[in-house]
């Protein structure tokens, strides 16, 4: 069975703080490189963030370095997206995504992705 399952977004205000988790099957997380993406109201879906299958390598968009966190445990085959310093501008539907052989430096495509949850809501009022 493959699946990611996104939760953790809300409401918050500026200034805030979310943590959002994806809950995956060991199908889709053993050996996956994984990402967060997200896609604001009229806009493209974007990346955010990415972390190799160890978790040693990560990479962020420059829109949110030095206030985003990813990791993952791969025991609980479950990533997270700790984000810090929320502005109205990261208001958007955030998702998780899988991919197999890229590196986390190199995963920013959506082209790249073979796996996507469902998305989960962010929303950063002002």
């Known amino acids: 069975q493959v699946y990611l399952v996104e939760s953790g977004g809300g409401l918050v205000q500026a200034g805030g703080s979310l943590r959002l988790s994806c809950a995956g099957s060991?199908?889709?997380?053993?050996?996956?490189?994984l990402g967060w993406f997200r896609q604001a109201p009229g806009k493209e879906r974007e990346f955010v963030a990415a972390i190799s299958w160890s978790g040693g390598t990560t990479n962020y968009a420059d829109s949110v370095k030095d206030r985003f966190t990813i990791s993952r445990d791969n025991a609980k085959n479950t990533m997270y997206l700790q984000m810090n310093s929320l502005k109205p501008e990261d208001t958007a539907v955030y998702y998780c995504a899988a991919t197999k052989g890229i590196s986390a430096y190199y995963f920013t495509e959506e082209s790249q992705v073979h796996y996507w949850g469902q998305g989960t809501q962010v929303t950063v009022s002002s």
């Open positions: 060991e199908r889709t997380f053993r050996g996956y490189t």
